[in-house]
């Protein structure tokens, strides 16, 4: 007989489940429309080399930020998110989106940018093309949503800011100044080269990439780690985790470094897993537990959902049976 996940761990499942319950996460950042075309490609286009793909099936998810949320939820938490959008259909697709996983949506419109759009060409399980529609929100909208944000933050047990990098998160060195201050725990997906605006935060979780581009190359994993300590003392950062993709994740704090490899079974679609990774971690964070043991819960709901199409999310079924 194999010992699953949580007995492993030492988690009851019904005590786990409670406790997630009752745990309340705010995600704020940047949330965005994932639009799926499915089809099938059996010619070229007599106009342009490029296959012709006939579309028999459409779908929409919620992504960025919004499919944090998802994954707090699905895993049978209490989510909250804040984010601006425009005044349009795509923006009412979302909260209808959201409203069908439970989860709190206060989404400020403005009527001067479209609501970011993502949308997949996919044919035989392979992706054709992308396509991007996007616009950065306005000052105006972005200082309503910080009030917002200011006079929620203490209701909530932890604070996940999600940047995409399309300015919802104009105000991040604030957000993080607010929830410091009201005693809740701040994580941060980060994004660009620039990670001095997220100082003072609890925990950043960029990608292998995302490092690389902040840090510089790495040779050894003493060499990573000297550049993960660096880091993490120069942003005042209680913790760093780094997402390796097939090489796990791995933890740096002042306790020490811990590094858990991947648990993915098969690797089908990476889009998404960092969502899942630090959805996990602030939910099980607002549950009580340990940052490690947080850890252990979010890599192995990563290694679920890389084994589904798209943008999806890691349920409490799946993980408690793993």
Same mark, same amino acid.
């Given at each position: ?11 009851e499942?019904?005590k ?28 070229? @286009? ?12 459409m779908?929409?998810?919620? /992504? ?12 049978? %938490? ?29 989404f ?5 940018? @479209?609501?970011t ?20 929100? @306005? ?28 300015? /919802?998160? &104009?105000?991040? &060195? ?37 490092f690389?581009?902040?840090? %510089? ?42 590094h ?10 990476? @889009? ?51």
């Amino acid at each position: 007989m194999t010992t699953g996940l949580l007995q492993t761990l030492g988690l009851e499942p019904a005590k786990l489940a409670d406790t997630l319950a009752d745990a309340r996460v705010l995600v704020v950042g940047d949330v965005m429309l994932d639009r799926y075309w499915f089809g099938d490609v059996s010619r070229i @286009s007599p106009e342009a080399p490029v296959p012709v793909a006939k579309i028999g099936r459409m779908e929409e998810r919620a /992504g960025g930020a919004a499919n944090v949320a998802r994954n707090i939820a699905g895993l049978g %938490g209490r989510a909250t998110i804040l984010s601006v959008v425009g005044d349009d259909e795509a923006a009412s697709a979302l909260e209808r989106l959201m409203d069908a996983d439970g989860i709190a949506t206060s989404f400020k419109r403005d009527a001067g940018i @479209s609501t970011t759009i993502k949308l997949r060409v996919v044919a035989r399980q392979q992706q054709l093309i992308r396509l991007d529609f996007e616009d950065a929100p @306005s000052h105006e909208i972005l200082a309503d949503k910080l009030d917002e944000y200011a006079a929620i933050v203490a209701e909530h047990d932890v604070v996940i800011l999600s940047d995409y990098g399309k300015g /919802g998160l &104009t105000h991040v &060195t604030r957000m993080v100044e607010l929830a410091r201050a009201a005693g809740k725990p701040v994580l941060i997906d980060p994004k660009g080269d620039d990670y001095s605006k997220y100082a003072g935060a609890t925990l950043l979780t960029p990608n292998r990439s995302e490092f690389k581009q902040v840090a %510089g190359s790495w040779q050894s994993e003493e060499q990573l780690t000297a550049k993960a300590e660096a880091l993490r003392a120069e942003l005042d950062l209680d913790a760093l985790l780094v997402t390796r993709s097939e090489e796990g994740m791995t933890l740096y704090r002042p306790q020490g470094v811990v590094h858990q490899p991947t648990l993915a079974r098969e690797v089908y679609d990476v @889009s998404g897993a960092g969502d899942t990774v630090i959805g996990t971690l602030g939910l099980a964070l607002a549950a009580g537990l340990e940052l490690p043991l947080a850890m252990s819960l979010a890599n192995a709901a990563a290694g679920i959902v890389v084994g589904k199409l798209g943008t999806a999310v890691c349920t409490q079924p799946e993980l408690f049976a793993l």
